[in-house]
Each structure stands twice: as C-alpha cells, then as structure tokens.
C-alpha cells in the first residue's frame, strides 16, 4: 500500500501543464452565480438596509460636532443610540455572507453529480477549489468596495468636503482587513463544505463555529484565564497576567481579531489594544491621531494573521479535497 | 432795685465823660497845626529800587493861600538821570492847586543803564509866584544779584532693571532776582529716551521765578531691554539766555540673565523609537543682559524614559551667546506609539529657568511586522507544498 503510494506521488511531480489552467474559467462562473444568486441579493440587501440605516445615523451625529479629523472614518464607526456602528454590523454580516457564499461550495457539486464533468474538462481540481474560493472572495470583496464607496459617496454628498489620502488609504486597509476575516470563514465553510456531504450539516457546523467564537469563546477565554492565571493574593502582577490571558485567548476568535483592526485603522486615536497602565500614558498626548504607518504596525499582526489563518484554512480544505474519492 | 439804678447812672457818667473828652482833643488838633502856605509831600521819600528800574513816586502839592500854579523842578539830579512828572497821563510842568483840594503828580526817575548802586538825593522844588516848598527825596539803587541757575539732586545715581524706569527728582532753583523761561536739555547715551516732567506734564521750557525753586522728576528710559549692564551717565541741563546749570545723573543698570531654550530649527517635534535611544539638538540662548551661569539642563519625560544631557551643565553663558546642547532621549521599551510630550528645562543658577515642550512621535518596531510578513509567507509555503504534494489526482 505504502509502495503503491510513493509510486502515485512520483508520478505527480511530472504532471502536465499548470495547475491554475481553467482557474479564471471557475472564477468567472462562479461569481456569475454568486452574484445572481436570490440568496446572495437578500444579503446584499440586508447589508444596504444596515448600512444606510447605521451610516444615516452616523451622518446626524457628525453634522452636529463638525471641525474633527476623519470624519469619513466616523461614518463607519459612528454609532446612534439604537443602531450600533456600521463596523458593529459588519463584524457579523461578513461571516454571513462568507458562510453563504462558502457552505454548499463543493458538497452541492457532488450531490447534484457535477463534479465529474466539471473536471473532466481540462482543469486540474486545484483550479477548481482555488476558483470556488477566489470567486467567493471576489464576490465578497465586491460588495464591500461597493458599500465602502456607497457609504464614501454619500458622505461627500452629505458632509460636502472630499475624504484625505489618509482617510482613504484607512479606508481601503479596512477593506483588506474585512475582506480576510470574510475569507477565514469563506476558508471554514469550504472546509466544511469539502468534509461534510450534505451542505445542511456543513452550513450547521460553519454556522456552529461561528456562533462559538461570537458568542461563547468570551465566556470561555474568561473561564480558561481564571483556570490557568488564578489570583491566589490580589496583586497587581497576578491580576495584569490573567487580563492579558485573556486577551490573549479571545484574540483567537476571528470576531476579536477584525473588531480590534477595525479599531485601530478607523480610530486613529488608537494606541494599544487592551490592557494600557497609566504610566504607560504618563507625558502621552491623548487623542492626537497616530500616523497612518503606526496604526499599520499596530494592526499589523491582525491582518496578517487573518491572511495566515485564511490561507491555511484553504491549505487544509485543499488537502482535503485532493485526497477525496470524488468519482461517485 | 437801688443798686441797678446807681449802675445806670455810672454808664451814663463814664459815656458823658468820654464824649467830653473826645471833643476837647479834636479841638485841639485843630487848633495848634499852622497852617503852610505851600506844601509838597509824598507818603514814601526814601525808596529802595533795583538798577535798570524806575522810580515812581506820588507826590501831593497843597496850599492853603489860594488859588495858585505852582511850577515843578527837580534840583540836585545827578548826571544822567532823568526825571519827568506826569499828570493826567502826559508830561507836566506845574499844577494847579487851591486851597482845600490837593492837587498829585507823579514823579518818575530813571536812572542810567551803567547806574551805580549807592544812595542818591533829589530835591523836588515846587514853586509858585510867592511861596516854595522843598520836598528832599532819597533813592537807594540796590545792587542786583545775577541770575543763577542751579539744580538740586536728591539721588543722583539710581540703580534698576534694564527695563524700568529711572525717575530723578531734581529741584531747579532760580538764585536770582529775575524771573527766568529755562530751557532743558539733557545728553545721554542714545538708547535712553529723557523727559523732564513738571507734575504730571512733560515739559521742554519751565518759567521759573526769581529766588525760587521748580521741582522736576526726570524720566530716563531705556528703549531696549536688553541694554548692557553697567552705568550710563545722564547729564541735564537748564538754561536760559547766558545762564546755564547742569548736573550729572547716572543710571545702573543691573544686567539680567534671560534663558531660552529652542532647537536649531525651532521645530519643536521629532520622532522617536521605542527603545532605542534618540538624540535631540536643544539650543541654550541667553538673550538677557548679564552672564547666566551654572545653567543646568533637566527633562520632564514620560516614565520608563530616560534622559540625559550632553553637556549637562553649563558653566556659563555669555549675554547674547547661545550653546547647543544634545539631548539623549531613549523611550521606554514596552512605550505605546502615539505623541507624547517632553519638557526640557534650561535653569540657571539665579533668574528664571526656561522650559520647552517637544513632541515626541513614538514609533514602534517595524520587527513585528516582519514577523507577520513571515507568517503569511509560511501559510503560503504550505499551500505550495499542499499543491506540490496533492496536486493531479
């Protein structure tokens, strides 16, 4: 068996032609059905509602304190008293839609006997995962532009005053920040979608890590914090280890990790996330923005991870994926 | 009752007695002067006049004959004098005078311009057709004492800050007989600015009257603060035709050492690295008026920062001179980024100190961004083995 297997793997290394052949062919159709699908455009209509709901909101309180910086930023950041900010929303409407795009992604092919004649065409299964992945992205990244800039326009309109190169280059690493933490859970959908054959149990379990990191990994990381860095005498050291556990443990949930980004690209008045003793502030000129370089630094690790973790969550679904018998 | 009654009767005899005692006495005035056929008179016979002055005197013809014109002369006049009588606003000769109703002339004598001073006697003659009258008269010309200035200072010498001012007061005392318009002036370095002030008006000209005193305040000011220390000597003068007086005033000014503290460029912010040490060219200026010493240099920094200064004291400082120093500036190594504010002060061993506030922009290292950089390219990496390892199935 293990013979049989080292002989299957050399003749893999002297396979023909590119393993991307036929990718933008997937691409293209994919997001042809993406973005004509009905469930898409009730997405795309909830995101509207949300955003023309949030950024009106926003609008009313930025007109009454006029004379700030970064009043662009504010649109998205701004919340009135009902509505939380737009980012607030965003935060799960993006995950939404990435389960959406994601979940049925490669079980409904299967089911519905495609598969095969998808890859009997010249294209490797390769360009077919990474198309299905790309082309969810695409969708995704599409319609974020088109709100950034529906909402970007509309604050033109509104506010009368043109956004800064800072504001918009803000603008566009939000966008880079949001797109990827839309595409880990692109990447867990597919991944689940790869595993599971019905794309209900898929979209269940997508939805279930979801809700997990949403809702619960707070709970929990508190839990594990207590568990792990108890404070046995009160002091200072004792209590600062255990915040920064728990820090540290919810910066594992996606939620935090985009929430935390969005913060510091959108507030330039960011400094640090989370615990900040006061001598660190003693002499600190509060208030006054960072430049755009050290709010990129300061994110940094975020976005990164957010590629990182994207990228291997793909890895997984397309070793996954590689390895099915898929000739059913 | 009786004894009211005898009190009434002595009032009544004293009155009657004093009425009886009065009439008797006027009656006998009358009675005893004789009667002058022509008289000339004047109240004041002997006067005292200054030279260059001219005498007047009233005189005062009577008669008690008749009718009569009297002529009028004056004998004894010495040689250059000259002497006129005047009535009813013209130059007389004679009067006329009757009896009961005198008749006055004024007399007026002026003397020579080179007049001597000593005693001098006229004799006013007055004569009509049968009488004559003498009416001798004495001038004393008095010597004039010549007109002289003088000034009185109370404190010559004052001693102030470069931007006060310096307030002499000063009494001007005319020691003459003559009432004199003095002229003042003052020499001074020009940099000061000198008024004289009488009261509270300034003044250029000043009557002052004969043996008497004017007091004035002099006003010196410099017109720039940071005038060298040392003593500027003032010299007033007052003057009034060939009469002069002049004093000498002198104003120290004690230097003052003025510490400020900017940066060669005078830009006030700069970056810095967490943890790593960055340097900050300050400049010391004195722009005061005396040497600032022993200057020594300290910063207020955000905690966990360190400072120090290279020089950290300096010696001296020269007015006018400026040195530069540098600043050694290492943030705390767990510092946020973000802008903070560092407070370098400049103290000098006496004087005020001089402080500035530079703001610093922290920034962070960019290794952490490397390290991300590297995480992306292992996801990467693991894709590329995925494909290379799983591709074609």
């Known amino acids: 068996m293990a013979q049989q297997h080292e002989t299957t793997l050399s003749a893999q290394r002297g396979r023909e032609g590119s393993p991307w052949t036929g990718l933008w062919a997937v691409v293209a159709k994919e997001m042809a059905d993406h973005l004509t699908s009905v469930r898409m455009q009730i997405l795309e209509l909830l995101i509207l509602i949300t955003a023309g709901g949030t950024v009106f909101g926003a609008l009313q309180s930025i007109r009454s304190a006029r004379g700030d910086n970064f009043l662009f930023l504010k649109l998205f950041t701004t919340s009135t008293d009902p509505l939380p900010a737009f980012v607030g929303f965003l935060g799960f409407l993006i995950p939404l839609i990435a389960i959406s795009l994601a979940f049925d992604a490669v079980n409904s092919e299967f089911n519905q006997r495609t598969l095969s004649r998808v890859l009997a065409q010249p294209i490797y299964r390769d360009a077919f995962l990474m198309g299905k992945f790309l082309a969810g992205l695409f969708t995704m990244a599409l319609v974020l532009v088109a709100i950034w800039l529906l909402i970007t326009g509309l604050g033109i309109f509104s506010l009368g005053i043109a956004p800064s190169g800072e504001e918009v280059a803000r603008g566009l690493l939000f966008l880079l920040v949001a797109i990827f933490y839309g595409g880990i859970w692109l990447a867990l959908a597919l991944l689940f979608s790869t595993i599971f054959r019905q794309p209900a149990t898929a979209a269940l379990a997508s939805i279930a890590v979801w809700l997990f990191f949403m809702v619960f990994w707070s709970m929990l990381a508190s839990m594990l914090a207590q568990a792990l860095a108890p404070i046995r005498l009160g002091l200072i050291d004792e209590v600062l280890a255990q915040a920064e556990l728990i820090q540290n443990l919810t910066r594992i949930s996606p939620n935090t990790v985009f929430v935390e980004a969005t913060m510091g690209l959108l507030n330039p008045t960011t400094r640090s996330f989370g615990l900040v003793l006061p001598s660190q502030l003693q002499g600190a000129l509060l208030g006054s923005p960072l430049p755009l370089g050290e709010s990129v630094l300061l994110i940094w690790p975020h976005l990164t991870s957010l590629i990182a973790v994207t990228i291997l969550l793909f890895t997984v679904a397309y070793v996954l994926f590689q390895r099915q018998e898929i000739r059913a | ?393």
């Open chain 2, 1 to 393: 009752m009786k004894k009211a009654f005898v009190v009434l009767l002595v009032c009544m005899a004293l009155i009657g007695g004093t009425a009886a005692i009065a009439a008797a006495q006027s009656g006998e005035t009358t009675t005893t002067s004789q009667p002058v056929p022509l008289q000339i008179f004047t109240t004041y016979p002997s006067q005292v006049v200054g030279a260059n002055e001219t005498a007047s005197l009233t005189l005062t013809v009577r008669t008690t004959t008749g009718p009569q014109i009297v002529a009028l002369d004056v004998r004894d006049l010495p040689e250059n004098w000259t002497a006129s009588f005047r009535g009813g606003g013209r130059i007389v000769k004679s009067v006329f005078v009757q009896p009961e109703q005198d008749a006055t002339v004024d007399l007026r004598l002026e003397p020579p311009a080179d007049v001597a001073s000593g005693t001098y006697n006229f004799t006013v003659v007055a004569r009509s057709d049968s009488e004559e009258a003498e009416l001798p008269v004495e001038l004393t010309i008095q010597e004039r004492a010549p007109a002289r200035l003088a000034f009185e200072v109370e404190l010559p010498i004052l001693r102030a800050r470069a931007d006060s001012t310096f307030r002499y007061n000063v009494t001007l005392r005319n020691a003459g007989d003559e009432d004199l318009l003095v002229d003042l002036s003052s020499q001074a370095a020009p940099v000061f600015n000198v008024v004289f002030k009488s009261g509270s008006n300034e003044v250029v000209t000043l009557p002052v009257k004969a043996n008497s005193t004017e007091r004035l305040t002099i006003e010196v000011k410099s017109l720039i603060n940071n005038i060298r220390a040392g003593t500027y000597p003032i010299t007033i003068q007052a003057r009034s035709g060939d009469v002069a007086a002049t004093t000498d005033l002198s104003a120290e000014i004690i230097g003052l050492s003025v510490i400020n503290l900017t940066t060669p460029d005078e830009r006030l912010s700069g970056d810095a690295e967490a943890g790593k040490e960055t340097t900050v060219t300050l400049v010391v200026q004195n722009t005061g008026t005396a040497a600032a010493r022993n200057v020594t240099l300290s910063a207020t920094a955000p905690s966990g920062w360190t400072t120090s200064f290279d020089p950290a004291e300096l010696p001296e400082i020269a007015a006018g001179e400026q040195i530069e120093v540098t600043a050694h500036l290492k943030p705390a190594e767990k510092a946020l980024s973000g802008d903070y504010n560092v407070t370098f002060r400049a103290t000098p061993e006496e004087g005020a100190n001089a402080s500035v506030q530079y703001r610093v922009t922290l920034r962070t290292s960019t290794m952490w961004g490397l390290a991300g950089l590297a995480l992306i390219a292992i996801a990467i990496g693991a894709v590329s083995l995925a494909v290379s390892r799983f591709g074609r199935r």
